[in-house]
Nanobody, 125 residues
């Protein structure tokens, strides 16, 4: 089992920045590829970014968001810059053992095994 706890969400003005954190405990964090998803009210949960244990990255929102992992601290981050009102959502981190960094990255929520409880990000205009 891997337990994931997100933090760092909040209210920010458009154009601002936030850094989300996801603290992992349980099994060895470095063995898993990690991802960030988000879910806005009335919408499906959508992929944001993923990072393999070796540091390979994949994005659906390249340019404004950066996914980072610190294996020494068992922590995943999502640095979000130039935020827009449409970025408002609950952000979730998730873990999967299905990506070594080669081939297609895991971009579907069904590919992930463990999930955090989410953290709310609200961007005001």
């Amino acid at each position: 089992q891997v337990q994931l706890v997100e933090s760092g969400g909040g209210l920010v003005q458009a154009g601002g920045s936030l850094r989300l954190s996801c603290a992992a405990s349980g099994r060895t964090f470095s063995r898993y590829a990690m991802g960030w998803f988000r879910q806005a009210p009335g919408k499906e949960r959508e992929f944001v970014a993923a990072i393999s244990w070796s540091g390979a990255r994949a994005y659906s929102l390249k340019g404004r968001f950066t996914i980072i992992r610190d294996n020494a601290r068992d922590t995943l981050y999502l640095q979000m810059n130039s935020l827009k009102p449409e970025d408002t959502a609950v952000y979730y981190c998730a873990a999967t053992d299905r990506w070594s960094g080669y081939g297609s990255p895991p971009m579907q929520k069904d590919e992930y095994i463990y999930w955090g409880q989410g953290t709310q990000v609200t961007v005001s205009s």
